[in-house]
């Protein structure tokens, strides 16, 4: 089986991190949307608990390479949440 790691190093402080990069919606937009070019990434739900934030995202990528079979059994997108 194939493995692939890709590491990000982001060059600013935790809380930087997590409210202006991770937990932005805006950002998050962008990156997949315009950048990763995702035909849909919505937050479906947010919801605080305590001093928990628990997130649920649609989020739809690109078939991009897939073989021509496999594209064919995709053909109505793949997705997750």
Same mark, same amino acid.
């Given at each position: 089986? /194939?493995?692939? !790691? ?6 600013? #402080?935790?809380? &930087? %991190?997590?409210?202006?990069? %991770? ?5 998050? *937009?962008?990156? %997949?949307?315009?950048d990763l070019h995702f035909s849909t990434w919505r &937050? &479906? !739900?947010? +919801? +605080? !608990?305590? #001093? +928990?934030?628990?997130? &649920?995202? +649609?989020?739809? =990528? =690109?078939?991009?390479?897939? =073989?021509?079979? @496999? /594209? !064919? *059994? @995709? #053909? ?6």
């Amino acid at each position: 089986m /194939k493995e692939r !790691r890709i590491e990000h190093t982001y060059d600013c #402080s935790a809380e &930087v %991190f997590w409210d202006q990069l %991770f937990l932005d919606d805006e950002y998050n *937009r962008k990156l %997949f949307v315009e950048d990763l070019h995702f035909s849909t990434w919505r &937050v &479906v !739900r947010q +919801e +605080e !608990r305590g #001093s +928990e934030l628990h997130r &649920v995202i +649609e989020a739809t =990528p =690109p078939l991009g390479d897939l =073989p021509a079979a @496999l /594209k !064919r *059994r @995709l #053909s109505d997108g793949l997705g997750y949440e």
